[in-house]
């Protein structure tokens, strides 16, 4: 299920917004320890995601990739393969400095594989981290 996750580019937030939910597509990144996933993302500091965030913790998300459609001769012989994987946990807006940049270099490492990035402080002032501490998650191929 990494190896998936490790080669999905998006992460989609599904949060509660008052009678429906809001469904925001995110850069992300991640640490696996032992049975422990977290996922991390980041935004500008305002806006409608922080907001729903800040109401109530607990969130959705889905993954996706390797998409291809499988033609056949009859419509309903017509498939589609994708790998996917969903989950859900509880997010926390990131205040402490060490653990801000600790999440940002996982989510640079996501897409550059690359760790040692150095943050300004004006850079993290302007941004928001979160992280979603996982509770279930599950994986999908056909």
């Known amino acids: 299920m990494l190896e998936i996750m ?6 989609r937030l599904g949060l509660q917004d008052d009678e ?6 995110l850069n992300f990144g991640f640490k696996a ?19 729903l965030i800040k109401k109530n913790k607990l969130a959705g998300f889905e993954m996706d990739r390797k998409h291809e459609i499988v033609k056949a001769k009859i419509a309903c012989d017509y498939s ?10 509880n997010l926390f807006i990131i205040e402490d400095k060490d653990e801000k ?11 550059t ?6 943050f300004s402080e004006n850079e993290l002032n302007k941004i928001v981290v979160i992280k979603m501490n996982v509770t279930q998650w599950s ?3 056909h």
């Open 139 to 141: 994986c999908k191929e």
């Open 33 to 51: 320890d032992n049975e422990e996933l977290t996922l991390y993302f980041h935004g500008f500091v305002k806006g409608k995601k922080i907001e």
């Open 80 to 89: 589609f393969l994708y790998q996917s994987i969903i989950g859900k946990g």
């Open 20 to 25: 429906s939910v809001y469904i925001v597509p």
């Open 6 to 11: 490790k080669q999905c580019d998006i992460c």
């Open 113 to 118: 594989q690359k760790n040692d990035w150095q």
């Open 101 to 111: 940049i600790d999440a940002l270099q996982y989510l640079m490492e996501h897409y």
